[in-house]
């Protein structure tokens, strides 16, 4: 398994923006489909967005689009989450999960995980 490692969560105003940052210890990084994951209490572990390997292709759910963005430098084995705008509902610890079989979005089998950091938006 790829070992990952979130960082930039913290506590924002509703309206703020927060940056979102997972590193991988695989140098094989760059072949591996990405994605961040989101998990509010009493809830399940719900998709925010997805990336391919080389960046080229994303997807997002519905409740984000046109507020967050992916993205990733492979050159850093990095994988980033740019939130805007950002709503109490967006409150929930955040996981970045990869893909090691598959680069492409789509079908993905997610069996690497963060451990996780916290985002709160207060209202």
């Known amino acids: 398994q790829v070992q990952l490692v979130e960082s930039g969560g913290g506590l924002v105003q509703a309206g703020g923006s927060l940056g979102l940052s997972c590193a991988a210890s695989?140098?094989?990084?760059?072949?591996?489909?990405m994605a961040w994951f989101r998990q509010a209490p009493g809830e399940g572990r719900t998709v925010v967005a997805v990336?391919?390997?080389?960046?080229?292709?994303?997807a997002y759910a519905d409740s984000v689009k046109g507020r967050f963005t992916i993205s990733r430098d492979n050159a850093k084995n990095t994988v980033y989450l740019q939130m805007n705008s950002l709503k109490p509902e967006d409150t929930a610890v955040y996981l970045c999960?990869?893909?090691?079989?598959?680069?492409?979005?789509?079908?993905?089998?997610?069996?690497?995980w963060g451990q996780g950091t916290q985002v709160t938006v207060s209202s």
């Open positions: 999960a990869a893909d090691p079989n598959r680069g492409v979005v789509g079908g993905n089998v997610w069996d690497s």
């Open positions: 990336i391919s390997s080389t960046g080229s292709t994303t």
């Open positions: 695989e140098r094989t990084f760059s072949s591996y489909a």
